[in-house]
Nanobody
Framework: QVQLVESGGGLAQPGGSLRLSCEASGFTFSAYAMSWVRQAPGKGLEWVSG????????EYASSVKGRFTISRDNTKNTLYLQMNSLKSEDTARYYCAGPGFGTIEFDWWGQGTQVTVSS
């Protein structure tokens, strides 16, 4: 069965960086576009970023564009999200999801990893 396991979350200071990882199994990872989605406390789901199956195209929500970078390593079945210049409003639980991007309706979800940005 499909499994998505996120890691790399934690506490960061404003202006700091974190790198999230998502290890995928149970499907042909290299065949599908994948996304990151987040949910801040008391708020709904927000699509953050997506990447084509071959990594040739990426998209970002306006709230993170220029600060976050999505990437993937299809040889390791792993999706990444490099988060720089973190802000308090980036505090959320981050989910790896697929297939596809630009939506919050996915068939596959990980359990999420918590990111807290605070001084």
């Amino acid at each position: 069965q499909v499994q998505l396991v996120e890691s790399g979350g934690g506490l960061a200071q404003p202006g700091g960086s974190l790198r999230l990882s998502c290890e995928a199994s149970g499907f042909t990872f290299s065949a599908y576009a994948m996304s990151w989605v987040r949910q801040a406390p008391g708020k709904g789901l927000e699509w953050v970023s997506g990447i084509y199956s071959d990594g040739t195209m990426t998209e970002y929500a306006s709230s993170v564009k220029g600060r976050f970078t999505i990437s993937r390593d299809n040889t390791k079945n792993t999706l990444y999200l490099q988060m720089n210049s973190l802000k308090s409003e980036d505090t959320a639980r981050y989910y790896c999801a697929g297939p596809g991007f630009g939506t919050i309706e996915f068939d596959w979800w990980g359990q999420g990893t918590q990111v807290t940005v605070s001084s």
